[in-house]
């Protein structure tokens, strides 16, 4: 039985939308601030979760860049693509809660896959991953990968599982059988457009996924 597994859900920016994604009962709240996105925040919304962490997703910032986003929106961690040691390092001295992502990476999963900074854990510049489908660009593709592979990842940093998990895949994440799974990272699958999420089933996700295995 897996037990506290985190859900994360990602590209949030409507307020009234995010609430009903709180109520929902995720963990983590996550806003994109990268404008290529079709889920970047250009704004603060007129409603910021206040239970659980919110989350900031960034690609090459700059420390400048992620403190203001910090500051602005009150994140407690961030999500970065492409970030140099020393930016992790610093952030992290700052006390914000610094999560690695990218696509799956060769050195660690052994696929031939873009290295997005997320081998730099294994020197404590992270305080978790999120192990991605490899794409073009940045951000989720919203297509899975071959979890097998995390057979290959040995290291001590938890990790969240992305990548076209939808309302269909509890079953499938409970039966992931890794030490350092720490939860999953929800999007696309879950969403009635661009930034709107479906909140119902999302409700039901997390239901099934954090009361597996209560009635016995």
């Known amino acids: 039985m897996r037990k506290g597994l985190i859900v994360k859900v990602c590209g949030l920016r409507d307020g009234e939308n995010i609430r009903a994604v709180e109520a929902a009962g995720a963990d983590m ?6 404008p290529g996105s079709p889920r970047f925040v250009s704004e603060v919304p007129s409603y910021l979760p206040v239970t659980g962490e919110r989350v900031g997703v960034f690609v090459k910032p700059s420390l400048e860049e992620v403190m203001q986003r910090v500051e602005a929106f009150g994140l407690t961690a961030v999500q970065l693509y492409g970030a140099t040691g ?21 050195e660690i999963l052994g696929l031939a896959a873009k290295d997005d900074g997320l081998t730099q854990a294994a020197g ?87 009361n597996y295995g209560k009635q016995d």
């Open 86 to 106: 020393e930016l992790c390092k610093l952030l992290r001295k700052r006390e914000v809660k610094v999560m690695l992502a990218g696509g799956v990476v060769s």
């Open 124 to 210: 404590g510049d992270a305080d978790m991953l999120v192990f991605d489908t490899p794409c073009e660009g940045y951000g989720g593709s919203g297509r899975r990968f071959d979890w097998s592979v995390l057979r290959n990842y040995v290291g001590t940093v938890p990790f969240l599982l992305s990548g076209g998990i939808g309302p269909e895949s509890v079953g499938d994440v409970l039966a992931l059988e890794h030490p350092m799974l720490a939860g999953v990272d929800l999007n696309s699958r879950f969403e009635l457009e661009p930034g709107l999420k479906d909140a119902g089933a999302l409700k039901l996700f997390i239901e099934r996924l954090k």
């Open 29 to 34: 709240f996550g806003f994109i601030f990268y």
